[in-house]
Structures are given as structure tokens and as C-alpha cells.
């Protein structure tokens, strides 16, 4: 069984199409899409689409936690570094709740999770390089 919705290279996300990354994204997703969350993803995959240009990696889409019933929004692994990214909608988070599904990561050896960010969408426009996201 898979941990994520969608995973893959960032090379092969940038060329693919947003609507089949979608259309992965909502065959794996186990509940009835409404528009709130297909329109999240689709900001997501904008926003990422726009900050990993020029970068190589690997890119996990709601990666489930093991051991816990909660899901990161997106994982990037770039060289050695993780990036842990949770877009939210509301203006104010629940960062303390948040904070602990991050610290509840499992590490492996080679990795180490320098990021770990809580992006809200009011801020999600000034965000151009992956320098912006950490």
C-alpha cells in the first residue's frame, strides 16, 4: 500500500500536465472530492510547479505518517534535505497541532529535516524560489 496520493520525480512533475497530476491525486483520495480540496491541490501544484524549476528531487503529495492517522501535505526530498510543507486556508493555524505531526516524522539515515513549514495561503503569493518556502 502506498504512503502518498501522488509521488514523483520533480523532473516528471514539472513537465506533467497539472490535470493527470490531479486526476492521481483524486483516484487515491478515499473520500468524495469536494471543491475545497481539489481547488487546494491545484494551488499546490502551482505553487510548486513555479519554486522547483531547476531543482531534482523527489515530490510526495499527501504522504501519510506511519503509525498515525495524518497526512503531510507535501514532502520534497531535495539532495539530502526533506522539505515538510503544510498549506493551509485558514489565517490562523493550529500550530501547535501541526508541530507535532512534524515532529512525529519518522528519520532515516542520509536525511536530516531542516524545513519544516506551515504555509498559509496569505503568503503563498510571495513565494517564488524554494528559498521562500523555509
Known amino acids: ?3 502518498e496520493y501522488y509521488s514523483s520525480s520533480i523532473t516528471d512533475f514539472l513537465q506533467a500536465q497539472t490535470d493527470t497530476i490531479l486526476g492521481e491525486l483524486t483516484r487515491a483520495y478515499p473520500f468524495n472530492l469536494d471543491t475545497t480540496q481539489k481547488s487546494a491541490w491545484l494551488e499546490q501544484i502551482t ?5 522547483l524549476i531547476n531543482r531534482t528531487g523527489r515530490i510526495y ?7 498515525m492517522s495524518k497526512r503531510i501535505d507535501v514532502v520534497l526530498i531535495i539532495g539530502s534535505v526533506i522539505f515538510v510543507l503544510e498549506f493551509k486556508v485558514m489565517q490562523v493555524v493550529r500550530t501547535t497541532s501541526e508541530k507535532r505531526k512534524l515532529r512525529q516524522l519518522p528519520t532515516q539515515r542520509n536525511y536530516r529535516i531542516p524545513c519544516s513549514r506551515i504555509i498559509g495561503y496569505s503568503e503563498i503569493q510571495h513565494i517564488d524560489t524554494i528559498r521562500g518556502l523555509c
Do not use: G, S, T
Not at 503529495?61 to 503509525?67: D, L, Q
Open 1 to 3: 500500500m502506498r504512503r
Open 47 to 51: 505553487i510548486l510547479k513555479r519554486v
Open 61 to 67: 503529495f499527501e504522504y501519510a505518517i506511519p503509525r
